[in-house]
């Protein structure tokens, strides 16, 4: 199942998006809380896409492909090196991302992205599946510079929190199996990441695990699982895809910020 977020006017609903794209069937409710089918069918060309989740938190592990590690000259973590974004990041398919005004440096970071769909406390890797809802395309949209003077001191907010710097969707894939999904990412169509979830090297499973070793995960969590080599900047005027097996493109313009 891929389930969408969507607006109809000023009313939002999940739904189910058909083979072909064309069609969504509605939902009552949401997919944490339940929902069923309401009889109701949109075209995909009558309505707004949305995020596929409402103010999430969103945890971000970095360093999590050698390949990555290896083009940013860095030592494999002695443990899992983990951030957050604020829900205020978040923007959807075909949003824009603000390019700061006083930016100098900001790249982007194609992700596989899970979806958390109920409450999770200290869950074996082996039973992790049993709290995901899905997965869905990311872009950890970062100002290097800024990230850079954080990081010196111990701390990442800034430069990867601000508005528009986690774009999310375009649907939440259900029932996929994330252990060896090919993930692209281009740049005004140019191939800038290409790789596979298989390099992962912490996977999913152990992700989720991890992170609910030491707190609570929540319905609507999102997980961003880290980034393969290739991360590049971008500017405004540029568009970012990311694509992901199973999943779909998520394709974002990108626009000066205007003060």
């Known amino acids: 199942m891929r389930i969408v977020r969507y607006a109809v006017g000023s009313a939002h609903f999940y ?10 069937v509605r939902f009552e409710g949401d997919p944490f ?16 896409v949305l995020p596929p989740l409402e103010r999430p938190r969103i945890f971000g ?6 390949s990555h590690i290896d083009e940013t000259d860095r030592q494999v ?29 900001v790249h982007f970071e194609g992700e596989l992205v899970v979806v958390i769909g109920k409450e999770a406390r200290h869950v074996k890797p082996s039973e992790a599946h049993e709290y995901i809802l899905g997965y869905t395309c990311g872009n950890d949209v970062s100002d290097r510079i800024v990230q850079r003077k954080e990081s010196k001191f111990g701390t990442l907010l800034i430069g990867k929190g601000q508005d528009t710097f986690a774009p999310l969707g375009p649907v939440i894939a259900t029932e996929l199996d994330p252990s060896a999904l ?10 800038t990441q290409s790789a596979t979830t298989a390099d992962l ?14 707190l609570t995960l929540l319905p609507g969590d999102a997980i961003m699982t880290g980034t393969p080599a290739g991360v590049g900047p971008i500017r405004p005027g540029d568009e970012v895809e990311v694509e ?14 205007s003060v």
């Open 201 to 214: 090297l912490l996977a999913v499973p152990e992700l989720v695990s991890y992170l609910s070793r030491y």
């Open 244 to 257: 992901i097996e199973g999943i779909g493109v998520l394709r974002n313009p990108v626009v000066a910020e």
């Open 182 to 191: 090919s993930l692209t990412t281009r740049v005004n169509g140019t191939v």
């Open 15 to 24: 739904g189910e998006l058909e083979s072909g794209d064309t069609r969504i």
């Open 77 to 105: 973590p002695e443990v899992p090196v983990c951030f957050m974004k604020p829900s205020t990041a978040v923007i959807g398919p075909g949003d824009a991302i603000v390019y700061p005004a006083d930016g100098e440096l």
């Open 33 to 48: 809380t339940g929902s069923a089918p309401s009889g109701q069918v949109d075209e995909v060309g009558d309505v707004v």
């Open 61 to 66: 592990f970095a360093y999590n492909y050698a």
